[in-house]
C-alpha cells in the first residue's frame, strides 16, 4: 500500500505532468496558429487562390509540417511554387500536398515508392473495381477485390496512398472531372471500411485528362482507378510534433 507521503508524492508529479502538458499544448497550438498565418499570407504572395496550409494532424495535434489542400486547377509549376513558398517560412518542416504529387521536403524526410504499388498494380492487371453505370457506386462484385488490395496495402500503413480516379473523354470534362473524384472518394471509404486510416489516403480525380498509353481517349478501357503508394521516414521529433506528458 502507499504510504501517506509516497501518495503526495504520486499526486505532485501528476500535477506537474499534467501543468506541463498543458503548458507545452498552448505553446504548440500557438506556434501552430502563427505558422497558420504566415503560410495563408505566402500562398497569397505566390499568386495561388484557393489553397490552404493545415498545420495540425488528422488527431488534431499540432505540427510543423503542413499539408496543403486545395489548389487542383493550379499548374504544377505554381503548385511547387507554393509548396517552396510554404517551406520557407521560419519553423515548417516537410510540406506535402494532399493528393502527394509535389513535395518540399526537409533534409531529415525521404521518399520513396514501396513494394505495395507493385502488389495493387498486379491485382488490377488482372481485374479492374467497377462502378454502377454513371455513377460513384461501387459495383457489389467488386467486393472481393477490394478486400485484396486493402490486404496489400496493409503491410505499408503510415504510408501516403494516392487514389487516382481516371474516366475516358465521353461527355463534358467537368462532369468527367466531378465523376473521377467522385470514384476516388468512394475508393477512399471503402478501404476506410477495411481498416486503412484515412489520414493516409489521397483521393483526386483526373477526369479524362491521363489516358492509359497507347489508348484513345475515348476509349472504355480509361475507366479506372490508380494507386501510388509513398514511404515516408518520419522527421526528428520536435517540440511541437510530440505531444507532453500526460
Not at 100 to 113: D, H, L, N, R, V
Not at 169 to 184: D, K, T, Y
Request: hydrophobic share 40%; glycine share 10%; with cysteine.
Amino acid at each position: 500500500m502507499f504510504s501517506r507521503t509516497s501518495l503526495i508524492a504520486t499526486l505532485g508529479a501528476l500535477l506537474v505532468a499534467a501543468i506541463g502538458f498543458l503548458v507545452a499544448t498552448t505553446s504548440d497550438d500557438a506556434l501552430a496558429d502563427r505558422l497558420s498565418r504566415d503560410a495563408e499570407r505566402a500562398i497569397a504572395q505566390a499568386g495561388a487562390e484557393g489553397v490552404v496550409a493545415s498545420f495540425r494532424t488528422a488527431s488534431g495535434w499540432p505540427t510543423r509540417h503542413p499539408l496543403l489542400t486545395g489548389g487542383q486547377a493550379l499548374d504544377e509549376g505554381l503548385r511547387a511554387k507554393v509548396a517552396r513558398a510554404v517551406y520557407g517560412l521560419d519553423g515548417v518542416g516537410g510540406v506535402i500536398w494532399a493528393d502527394g504529387t509535389i513535395m518540399a521536403e526537409a533534409a531529415a524526410t525521404q521518399y520513396k515508392p514501396l513494394h505495395c504499388q507493385e502488389d495493387v498494380e498486379a491485382l488490377l492487371r488482372a481485374r479492374t473495381i467497377r462502378f454502377e453505370e454513371a455513377s460513384s457506386r461501387i459495383d457489389a462484385n467488386s467486393s472481393e477485390l477490394l478486400d485484396e488490395v486493402a490486404t496489400a496495402l496493409r503491410p505499408c500503413l503510415g504510408s501516403i496512398i494516392a487514389i487516382e480516379g481516371h474516366t475516358d473523354s465521353s461527355g463534358p470534362e467537368p462532369g468527367n472531372l466531378a465523376l473521377s473524384q467522385e470514384r476516388a472518394d468512394s475508393i477512399e471509404q471503402a478501404l476506410v471500411e477495411r481498416g486503412i486510416p484515412a489520414d493516409g489516403l489521397r483521393p483526386r480525380g483526373f477526369g479524362s485528362s491521363e489516358p492509359v498509353e497507347g489508348l484513345e481517349p475515348e476509349d472504355p478501357a480509361n475507366r479506372r482507378i490508380e494507386f501510388s503508394v509513398i514511404a515516408t521516414e518520419p522527421l526528428l521529433p520536435t517540440p511541437i510534433d510530440t505531444p507532453g506528458a500526460r
